[in-house]
């Protein structure tokens, strides 16, 4: 779904420094966790806003459902009107090359029927088959066409100029408001531990509410080598910020960048691709990152295809005054992703996948191994509607117990439910009301449940949180 997928802009930040005065000295939370919430909090804002592309291309596939079977046309092979409908069905079932193959025979009987000519156009623009559609739309300009088919023939005409383009750059910005019950991630117990003493919360490490402000601004581009299989050069440079209302040493800066390439073929699919990261943390430089990420798919079936992902980052955290022991978490990251992407429909995804994440860090009880199950499943609904549901469940063994805090070893559960459900201004009754430019601006709705337990109850919290998020995308 345009799943712009994804899913929604949101960002869940796990912990908060905990100091307690001449008890014992400050103690930093582990802050890896929030390194993790701004990266999945671009990748779903990038992921809603292709859930949403794709849900309008569903729709319109979607209302040519008619019922026609090939049974049908072997009865009455003449009846154009009745071809006309099976090649609406083709098409909503995603059988583009029968569908276009039922519209030229049509045309070879009747080559003046308008309708059934940009129908033919657009199956041959979903078939990459461009200078064929562009002549198929050219010719329609030459004949008398009610306004709804010309705006239409228009519309593709520009969207096919603008896929021959080699290369092509986006600009996509998002902003939006949000709610957390417990932003601070105070514990549930309402104490914590300090050298295995149970101290009270006071103060600032009390459980608290607060309200953000979110903008999320990507440009990006793609170049395409010339080649028949499609190869292409990619890239894209991330501005994420987050601003608290109350709790302001939680505030967020990322600079994120990516340079990379995709290699096509009949058997794989790879896009390699140098990452690099900059995050403030209450405005000060908090972690630098610079890695390679891997990403490799491949369709299995018609409905089904796998991937697999590998990331590689060097984390080379800072001390600042928010959290003076920074540096212990210097080190490098490995993460892994299995899966596959089912469609059962097509207007469904069903994502199922497992990871494993290794983090090394300078001082051993900040790093650790964690095991990840993650289901995802998107929904295009109608005319550009869609959900987006997103469950994680994390398994977290920490290598070395931090005795400040308690002499065993940490290990947490982190359970993760996010629902986001969006549509464009134009569906929300805002079409007439407006300006043109902005009904294709994509309105998403999402909550969170974030549950944590872990062995020692400085790390067992809850949060809830809701978000509104607004994203328009330009292309040129």
């Given at each position: ?72 046309i ?6 154009l ?53 562009k ?5 329609l ?28 750059f ?28 149970p ?12 309200t953000?402000?979110t ?18 050069l ?15 040493s ?50 299995i079936?018609?409905?089904?295809s796998g991937f ?44 199922p ?7 090394n860090a ?32 994390y ?14 070893f ?40 974030y ?26």
């Amino acid at each position: 779904m345009r799943l712009k997928g994804n899913l929604f802009a949101r960002l869940f930040f796990c912990f908060f420094i905990l100091t307690f005065g001449v008890v014992s000295p400050a103690l930093a939370e582990d802050l890896a966790q929030e390194v993790r919430a701004v990266r999945r909090e671009v990748w779903s804002e990038r992921y809603a806003d292709a859930v949403a592309q794709k849900s309008g291309a569903l729709e319109e596939s979607k209302k040519f459902k008619t019922g026609v079977t090939f049974d049908d046309i072997l009865k009455d092979p003449d009846n154009l009107e009745l071809n006309f409908q099976f090649a609406q069905q083709q098409i909503a079932n995603n059988e583009l090359i029968g569908a276009a193959a039922t519209l030229e025979r049509i045309l070879l009987v009747k080559p003046n029927l308008a309708d059934v000519r940009l129908l033919y156009g657009v199956v041959l623009y979903r078939l990459n088959s461009l200078d064929e559609a562009k002549r198929e739309l050219d010719s329609l300009q030459r004949l008398q066409l009610p306004r709804d088919i010309e705006a239409q023939v228009n519309e593709y005409r520009k969207r096919i100029d603008a896929r021959k383009r080699r290369t092509r750059f986006g600009l996509r910005e998002t902003i939006g408001w949000g709610y957390d019950t417990n932003r601070n991630a105070a514990p549930s117990s309402k104490f914590q531990l300090a050298g295995e003493v149970p101290v009270g919360l006071e103060g600032t490490n009390r459980k608290r509410d607060d309200t953000h402000f979110t903008n999320i601004t990507t440009v990006d581009f793609k170049h395409d080598l010339g080649m028949p299989a499609g190869h292409e050069l990619f890239g894209s440079f991330t501005y994420f910020l987050q601003e608290q209302t109350k709790v302001d040493s939680l505030d967020i800066g990322m600079f994120q960048y990516e340079l990379g390439g995709r290699y096509k073929s009949k058997w794989i699919n790879v896009a390699p691709s140098f990452v690099a990261s900059n995050i403030l943390l209450s405005r000060e430089t908090y972690l630098r990152t610079l890695g390679l990420n891997i990403l490799m798919d491949r369709q299995i079936t018609k409905k089904v295809s796998g991937f697999m992902n590998f990331r590689y980052d060097y984390q080379r955290y800072s001390g600042i005054s928010e959290n003076t022991t920074g540096a212990q978490r210097k080190g490098p990251e490995y993460d892994y992703l299995w899966g596959i992407s089912y469609a059962p429909v097509s207007t469904m995804r069903i994502i199922p996948s497992i990871g494993y994440t290794n983090k090394n860090a300078k001082s051993r009880f900040d790093g650790y191994d964690r095991f990840n199950l993650n289901l995802t499943h998107t929904w295009a609904l109608w005319r550009g509607t869609f959900l987006i549901n997103t469950a994680n469940l994390y398994f977290d063994r920490y290598d070395e117990p931090e005795t400040a805090i308690a002499g065993r070893f940490r290990h947490d559960k982190i359970f993760r439910y996010r629902v986001t459900a969006g549509a464009p201004l134009s569906v929300l009754g805002l079409g007439k009301v407006v300006p043109k430019m902005m009904r294709d601006i994509v309105f998403t709705l999402s909550y969170e449940y974030y549950r944590s337990l872990s062995n020692i109850t400085n790390y067992a919290y809850t949060n809830n949180k809701i978000e509104g998020l607004f994203t328009k995308r330009w292309e040129f």
